[in-house]
């Protein structure tokens, strides 16, 4: 079974703080996109990262995908309020069609 | 700016009863997806279609829930009879298809089931 794990999976952070967010799997994905979802809404897309020590930036938001395309990570710097939400990574595991998503990461940025 | 439509917003039910969601994608997105989702967790997909064709339904609870995509555009979800433990949301996603099977989501739908 493949599986993406988040961690953590919880965190409550000062604005202005920097963070970072970690999805680890034991297997290899051909892609990895990251979302950001608001309560009572669907999860939006921030990115899709594809190629083995990619890094993108999305204004403070960096995310980089491993060199094994087995994990991910995002950094996020500076935090501000708006970025309070459920961070989820997922993607298609390579050699399948099936799509998997993350255990999700929940941020609160407090003012 | 196209979006993955979705209705209603909010469903309230009480168990035993037949419930219904709709959702239509974003124009020639050949893929489809239906999600549950548990407050504070990922979603966990319940079916997938390729174009009127079912590529994944092994999640799918097949004695209650049915899925419909008879055209190849919209589809339906239904379930009957619903259960207090489908109190959820229940997301709709279309892509392209294509590798990296980039995901454009709906607002939801969300079920209480009394």
């Known amino acids: 079974t493949q599986l993406l794990e988040q961690s953590p999976q919880f965190l409550s952070i000062q604005e202005g703080e920097n963070l970072t967010v970690y999805c680890n799997s034991s297997?290899?994905?051909?892609?990895l996109q990251w979302y950001r979802q608001e309560p009572g809404e669907g999860p939006v897309l921030l990115v899709t990262?594809?190629?083995?020590?990619e890094v993108k930036k999305l204004k403070r938001l960096t995310f980089q995908f491993g060199d094994a395309r087995k994990d991910s990570s995002l950094h996020i710097t500076a935090a501000q309020p708006g970025d309070t939400g459920l961070y989820l990574c997922?993607?298609?595991?390579?050699?399948?069609?099936?799509?998997?998503f993350g255990t999700g990461t929940r941020l609160k940025v407090l003012a | 700016e196209a979006e993955v439509a979705q209705s209603p917003r909010y469903k309230i039910t009480e168990k035993s009863q037949a419930v219904a969601f709709w959702c239509d994608p974003i124009?020639?997105?050949?893929?489809l997806y239906w999600y549950r989702q548990i407050l504070g967790q990922g979603p966990e997909l319940l079916v997938q279609?390729?174009?009127?064709?079912?590529?994944?339904d092994s999640q799918l609870p097949k004695d209650r829930f049915s899925a419909e995509r008879l055209k190849g555009v919209d589809s339906t979800l239904k379930i009957q009879p619903a259960e207090l433990g489908d109190s959820a949301m229940y997301l709709c996603?279309?892509?392209?298809?294509?590798?990296?099977?980039?995901?454009?989501f709906g607002p939801g739908t969300r079920l209480t089931v009394l």
């Open positions: 996603a279309s892509s392209l298809g294509h590798l990296y099977n980039e995901q454009f």
């Open positions: 297997s290899v994905f051909s892609s």
């Open positions: 990262v594809v190629t083995g020590g």
């Open positions: 997922a993607g298609p595991a390579s050699g399948t069609y099936k799509y998997i």
């Open positions: 124009s020639g997105h050949a893929t």
């Open positions: 279609f390729q174009d009127e064709s079912v590529v994944d």
